[in-house]
């Protein structure tokens, strides 16, 4: 069965320009969950969707961000305007039960 | 507001050896769940181990086990029998477990096995 899957893997862009980051939870779990890594702030939450509706989105940075979720089988984090601060690794998780959370391969995203 | 704390940056161990991993944790929650991760130098996370605030017994998942003092408010992490596949950084978690699904994760511990 194929996990979470993420696409691209790595991303590089200018400053300025849209990003926009894409994930297939495995099919079946009902919440998804987008993450942001870097080294000065770990792992951080962005948002969190049940059932493709949007819960919690506290830990988005700033309107720059925003994530929709269309469909059961397909989430995008989008960041327009991209700046250098916003290069990070960013997962996306998915879970059926409120227990283990499956994290896809990441996004490494550089903005020049 | 939920803190995780892990005060091992990092940590070395003989291969075949066992190595415990701290974890503590704050919350005023009485319900809550605690998870460990691995990520190896690949990037992806890999779930290790949970334990729920109200089991009695210590989780166990192969050579994993997870030392709960909940008075303490301690979620250690035990690797035993190591192997230079273990080498990665490890990261501890919790989240409430009423309508709350957040994770909130420590800075993490990396383990380096020595042969």
């Known amino acids: 069965d194929a996990g979470v899957i993420q696409s691209p893997r790595h991303e590089v862009t200018e400053m300025g320009q849209e990003v926009t980051l894409r994930c297939k939870p495995i099919s079946g779990h009902d919440y998804l969950f987008w993450y942001r890594q870097t080294m000065m702030r770990g792992l951080e939450l962005l948002i969190y969707f049940n059932n493709n509706v949007p819960i919690d989105d506290s830990g988005m940075p700033e309107d720059r961000f925003s994530a929709k979720m269309p469909n059961a089988s397909f989430s995008t984090l989008k960041i327009q305007p991209s700046e250098p601060r916003d290069s990070a690794v960013y997962f996306c998780?998915?879970?059926?039960?409120?227990?283990?959370?499956?994290f896809g391969p990441g996004t490494r995203l550089t903005v020049l | 507001a939920q803190k995780i704390t892990q005060t091992q940056p990092g940590m070395f161990v003989q291969e075949k050896e066992a190595v415990t991993l701290d974890c503590t944790y704050d919350?005023?929650?009485?319900?809550?769940?605690l998870f460990w991760y691995k990520q190896p130098s690949s990037g992806e996370m890999i779930f290790l181990i949970y334990?729920?605030?109200?089991?009695?017994q210590n989780a166990t998942e192969g050579r994993y086990s997870l030392n709960f003092q909940k008075a303490r408010k301690s979620a250690n992490l035990v690797i035993s029998a190591s192997q230079l596949g273990d080498s990665a950084m490890y990261f501890c978690a919790m989240r409430q477990l009423h309508n709350d699904y957040k994770l909130s994760f420590g800075a993490g511990t990396t383990v380096t096995v020595r042969a």
């Open positions: 919350t005023s929650d009485q319900s809550y769940g």
């Open positions: 334990q729920g605030s109200y089991d009695e």
């Open positions: 998780a998915s879970s059926l039960l409120p227990d283990e959370q499956f």
